[in-house]
């Protein structure tokens, strides 16, 4: 138990600190009358819930009749099981609900957050095989690919961005198509054939992530500059 709590307090810590990096004298923020101390607020309240949904998805996902019992879904320390999907819904759905309501650059403020939690991702896979053991093929590719993203991400895809011409939002949008097909390959590598596929539905959700992020890909990068 204290392990877990000690991956998730270096992650957040990591988080904060890639989010002071990206956000400090940003010029955006500062043209909108954004202090950090709101954006790491902001991002305490997304943690909240990320950490909230990544346990109710886990749960749905993973029905067991200890997790029927509050307190098995609450203690998830001695009843482990997150999921990464589920804290990524919960976070982005607290993002857009505070950046909105607070009048944040939406594309912007998602794409610090983005860069942030990319640049933690693989020290939290590191977190979980300590943790669970449970090291297989699938996921040596997805912590791999996750780490590969985050150095090109955070090196050279986010400091190129204004020469790229990329708008605000588009590498939020490139890391989701990423991300759903990286946890789609590690399933797959894991456990081949569509019958595994048919009977889990978190697989069906990582799908409609990418079609999602591919449709606003379109939309932003073709589309918008048509018009």
Known sequence: MQ?????LIIGLILFLFRLYHLGNDDYVLVKKNVSLEQVFNCALFCSFFALIFARTFYVVFHPLPIYLNILGFILFPYFPGLSLVGGLFG?????????????FPLGRIFDFFSMS?????PIGLIGY?????DITV????????????????????YPKAPSLEM??????ILFLIFFS???LLASAIDHPGISYFAHHTENFVELGILIASIALILKQEIIGRIK
């Not at 392990?3 to 991956?7: K, L, N």
């Not at 976070?91 to 009048?103: D, P």
């Not at 095989?129 to 053991?133: C, G, T």
Request: net charge positive; proline share 0%; glycine share 8%.
């Open 129 to 133: 095989f300590l943790l669970s053991r």
């Open 167 to 172: 708008k605000e939002g588009t590498s939020s």
């Open 91 to 103: 976070g982005a759905g607290a993002l857009y609900f505070y950046a909105r309501r607070n009048k």
């Open 3 to 7: 392990i877990f709590f000690v991956v």
């Open 117 to 121: 939690f990319i640049f933690v991702l």
């Open 181 to 183: 097909l990286v946890m």
């Open 138 to 157: 699938g996921g040596i590719a997805k912590l791999a690919l996750f780490s590969l993203f985050s150095i090109s991400a955070n090196i050279f895809l």
